[in-house]
């Protein structure tokens, strides 16, 4: 869910998202690379995100990332799932 | 503990070459970004490496998961209906054969050639041919040309291909199957259009011996103009043409070529049932017998014409599982080539039909896989390979869009 939050915002590439996930929630979701690309690639394997490559410095390219239609129908799904779920136990915790 | 021994260690859990470069790209540029970070921190080489390879984690684990990723199932219910359709139609052919040891045997050696063919083309998978798109062109347009020369010339070339023009031209009509499908495919976009073609020269020697073989002025002058007019089709493809005019030129012969054969076997069925009192149209087999025409054979029982029932619906499931996959295809030459192998299959299939409901009389075309080993091995390993070609693309991502093609 955070993933495809983040790329509803702009395209990004993995370093990039790490670095906003870590400094974004305060330290809190410091994870790890080898952690975030099988993820990235599921997304993609399963048609929520796509990727395209950019020309960098040295002619190097650098893999981007785009949520699709069918990600951000996904992101509005989970992020309703979610709000339910943090509702209900907020209520159970706040009791 | 470098990045380079991280990224040689993970590539070999991952099996295919163009995601192993894929990935290898991607996560050299994160460890690079990430070290340069850590050594303008203060660390040294040495240490920022180390640092980086712990953020990734083990590359073995790593690896093998990507490569399960990557590495979907080549469509296993697939699979399993040309496996159910391949045994249906083994059945059949060895009621037929009544224990005709030639027709058992030929029937096995083309399952075991067929079974290898599936397995190599769904392990390389389509990308591979389409790599080499320059040879398939030329091969496809040999074939066209090969076939079409006589026609245009009378069908009388007994020197080249015998007596039995008919049987043997028509067999050729599947060996132009296997390759046209992919052909069209790669020069479908401007962009993959091969640079220079030898097809104008490559044909000059069959045009020659087409010409030296002649029996009449008019075949003379066809081969002299076939010639003429290949010779000149090469030069403007390789001199004027724009990249995207010859993709549409390349693509345009092809495209006539599939449907001249496809009407071209409509033509021959309708005359045919036209003329089906007419025995001189009935084209004689290898050992010299009229080959049998109308049902599949006469002394069929009503089991077995509920097998054969049985293989159609097999195969219309088979259709319909495509199509509905078609759309989900990310890749979109792999959505072009599943397309393509789809029609062709389609259109024998209905030709089988009709001929199975007696509107059209059997001029040897049969329900695709279901005849195997008899007189149509060729077909059938025609049939495999398109159908090994659309599992492949089954197993194709958008994630490495064909990258090899484009180089």
Known sequence: ??????????????????????????????????????????LEAEGFIVSHSKSIENGRLRKFYTVTEKGGARLRCVKKDWNSFYTAVKKMVDC | MDIKSFLDILEMQIKENRVKEAVREELSDHMEMSADEKISEGMTQEEAEKAVWSEMGDPTELGARLNRIHSPSPAPFTIALVFMMTLTGGYIRLFIAQGDNDVILRMTAAV???????????????TFFLTRRKELYEISVGIMFVLLLPHFAGNRMPLIIGEDTHLKMWRLTYIYELFLPISLAMTYSA??????????????????????????????????????VMFAYNVIMNTV??????????????????????????YLCFRLAVFRHDETLIPNNNSGQRIMYGRFISGLTSSHESMIIFAAVL??????????????LTAP?????????LTVII???????????????????????????????LEYISDIFLISLICSAYRERKMFPEKNVRS
Not at chain 2, 315 to 328: N, R, V
Request: hydrophobic fraction near 50%.
């Open chain 2, 112 to 126: 075991i050639a067929g079974v290898v063919l599936f397995a190599a083309v769904t392990k390389t998978g389509y």
């Open chain 2, 315 to 328: 195969f219309l499931i088979f259709f319909i599982i495509t199509a509905m996959k078609l759309p989900k």
């Open chain 2, 191 to 228: 962009a993959y259009a091969p640079r220079r073609l030898l097809t104008g020269q490559l044909y000059l020697l069959p045009i020659c011996i087409f010409t030296l073989c002649s029996h009449s002025f008019e075949q003379f002058m066809v081969c002299i103009a076939a010639g003429t």
């Open chain 2, 347 to 377: 259109c024998r299939l209905l030709f089988s039909v009709m001929g199975d409901l007696n509107i059209f009389r059997f001029i040897g075309v049969s329900y695709p896989l279901i005849n195997a080993g008899s007189r149509s091995t």
């Open chain 2, 333 to 341: 030459f792999g959505r072009f080539i599943t397309l393509l192998c």
């Open chain 2, 241 to 266: 043409c724009t990249a995207k005019i010859k993709a549409a030129l390349l693509t345009l012969p092809l495209a006539l070529g599939i449907f001249s054969v496809i009407l071209w076997r409509g």
């Open chain 1, 1 to 42: 869910m955070m993933i495809l939050q983040m790329l509803t915002q702009r395209d990004m590439y993995g370093y990039e998202m790490l670095e906003q996930l870590k400094n974004g929630t305060d330290g809190e979701f410091d994870i790890k690379a080898g952690t975030l690309y099988p993820v990235l690639h599921e």
